[in-house]
Nanobody, 126 residues
Framework: VQLQASGGGLVRPGGSLRLSCASS????????TGWFRQAPGKEREFVAA????????KYGDSVKGRFTISRDVAKNTMFLQMNNLKPEDTAVYSC????????????????????WGQGTLVTVSS
């Protein structure tokens, strides 16, 4: 499985961006994908994840209510709609995938994911 993230850029505080993650592999019902981010000098942080079967979702505490994860099964693509962006959202955002569909409680654990794409940089600054 190859993953390609895109959609990053420079945005002002309060603005919005939509990230995409295209998958080259099969997206069967046993498939889950997630977004993680890493800011300079900080540890990797879980952002959001979704199961492709049933659309169960999980969000990191810092993005709840502002970010929305979704997937388009026909296009093998996952999206992250980011609204009300804050300077602390500045980071490289990477997408990840797994066929070992984790339970909801562990969807935020990067060890659950076997495939990782290159990141896309999001900069929130005035």
């Amino acid at each position: 499985v190859q993953l390609q993230a895109s959609g990053g850029g420079l945005v002002r505080p309060g603005g919005s961006l939509r990230l995409s993650c295209a998958s080259s592999g099969r997206t069967s019902h046993n498939f889950a994908t997630g977004w993680f981010r890493q800011a300079p000098g900080k540890e990797r942080e879980f952002v959001a994840a979704v199961r492709w079967n049933g659309n169960s979702q999980k969000y990191g505490d810092s993005v709840k209510g502002r970010f929305t994860i979704s997937r388009d099964v026909a296009k093998n693509t996952m999206f992250l709609q980011m609204n009300n962006l804050k300077p602390e959202d500045t980071a490289v955002y990477s997408c990840a995938a797994t066929y070992r569909v984790p339970i909801i409680q562990t969807m935020g654990d990067p060890a659950q994911y076997d495939y990782w794409g290159q990141g896309t940089l999001v900069t929130v600054s005035s």
